[in-house]
């Protein structure tokens, strides 16, 4: 059964930083590796929207409001995806989710979801 694992979110002031970890298990590596991975957020009362996605070859994609503060990567060896976050701004407070997706294997997978709260 896979799961994807989410950590690292919390609460902290403007200007902090985060650093959100997405840990995948009974995945195996070929599927991983063949992996779009994704973060997500979500804010109350609002849709579920792209934050950043890292692809198969490396390239990288950032929503406009999170360039230059955000940077998304990943360790195929050890099935890990990651966010780094500096810069938080309390509109940045959300509930994140970890996505990996794969046309060749036809898969689509979700996290259950960490929560991120910045303050003012």
């Known amino acids: 059964q896979v799961q994807l694992v989410e950590s690292g979110g919390g609460s902290v002031q403007a200007g902090g930083s985060l650093r959100l970890s997405c840990a995948a298990s009974g995945m195996i590596l070929s599927v991983f590796g063949s992996s779009t991975k994704a973060w997500y957020a979500q804010a109350p009362g609002k849709q579920r929207e792209l934050v950043a996605q890292?692809?198969?070859?490396?390239?990288?994609s950032y929503a406009d409001s999170v360039k230059g503060r955000f940077t998304i990567s990943r360790d195929n060896s050890r099935k890990r995806v990651y966010l780094q976050m500096n810069e938080l701004k309390p509109e940045d407070t959300a509930v994140y989710f970890c996505?990996?997706?794969?046309?060749?294997?036809?898969?689509?997978?979700w996290g259950q979801g960490t929560q991120v709260t910045v303050s003012s």
């Open positions: 996505a990996l997706s794969s046309e060749s294997y036809r898969t689509n997978y």
């Open positions: 890292i692809n198969v070859d490396g390239s990288t």
